[in-house]
């Protein structure tokens, strides 16, 4: 009886020895070296998987930031499904993770400057935190610690921080139209007028002149009243158009007018040339 008792006691503490085990990291460093400083020069920490660094590092404008861990499970070297380096802001909460680079013997590292880093972060005004994730598929406790305080030495030439976009109400806007156009200076309309005035005894003065025959008016709306008639007032009609498009009409209730006008001048005009060609060729001038 005893000897089972000892024997299920053994069974029941198996799981919980394998529960047990967990991911962390050993032989951790962090260093920050500039692009112009020589070697040895720098700083370099060691990392511990228990607490973090009582110092904050450092990063300047011009500095990489490098980390250097060997993954294990329990005490053996192995490659966990993910390795981060996750750096948040403690006052805003926004953060943003970096993956490691690693080996199939658990060695890992991750390299980083300012560029990497967003922006947001950058401007904020007290040290960031770093803190290192690892943890694999399986029942071993995931590791996620805080590994060191970052503080940041911002580069005068990034830009400043652009106030993030949100959605939400925004101020009545008033439209402002572009004001109706207006008619030409009365000056100019009478200039134009008077021109045209002047220019019809000219025109009554040319056709005298050239021959033409007013007397075949009765003969032409005797033979064709219809198409002559319609031309005249076609004519007279598209005038009317312009003069209503000049005082009050827009340009698309000129347009139909127009088109419709037009259609019925050249079909009367063709017909009226038509009735004119047989009076030249029957020998009427």
Do not use: C
């Amino acid at each position: 009886m005893r000897l089972f008792s000892s024997i299920s006691l053994g069974l029941l503490a198996v799981p919980s020895v394998l529960a047990a085990s967990s991911w962390g990291f050993d032989d951790g460093t962090v260093s920050v070296q500039g692009k112009k400083a020589g070697v040895g020069r720098g700083s370099k920490d060691k990392l511990s998987v228990s607490q973090p660094l009582s110092k904050s590092v450092e990063l300047g404008p011009d500095d990489n930031l490098k980390i250097l861990i060997t993954t294990k499970e329990d005490k053996q070297s192995k490659r966990p499904h993910q390795t981060f380096l996750w750096i948040k802001d403690p006052k805003s909460s926004l953060d943003t993770s970096f993956a490691f680079q690693v080996k199939e013997n658990g060695k890992a590292k991750v390299e980083i400057s300012q560029k990497d880093i967003p922006n947001q972060l950058l401007s904020t005004s007290g040290p960031l935190e770093a803190s290192l994730v690892i943890a694999s598929f399986g029942s071993s406790k995931p590791y996620s610690s805080k590994a060191f305080d970052l503080s940041v030495d911002r580069d005068p030439g990034l830009p400043a921080q652009e106030k993030p976009l949100r959605y939400g109400k925004l101020p009545e806007i008033h439209h402002i139209f572009k004001s109706d156009p207006t008619s030409p200076p009365k000056i100019i309309t009478l200039i134009f007028t008077a021109a045209v005035v002047f220019a019809l005894p000219v025109l009554v003065a040319s056709w005298l002149y050239l021959g033409a025959n007013l007397n075949h008016v009765t003969k032409a709306f005797g033979s064709s009243p219809v198409p002559h008639a319609l031309f005249f007032l076609s004519i007279l009609a598209m005038e009317g158009v312009f003069f209503m498009y000049y005082t009050s009409w827009n340009l698309f209730q000129t347009l139909p007018g127009a088109l419709g006008i037009g259609m019925v001048a050249f079909l009367s005009g063709s017909r009226a040339l038509r009735e004119v060609q047989g009076r030249r060729l029957s020998g009427f001038r």
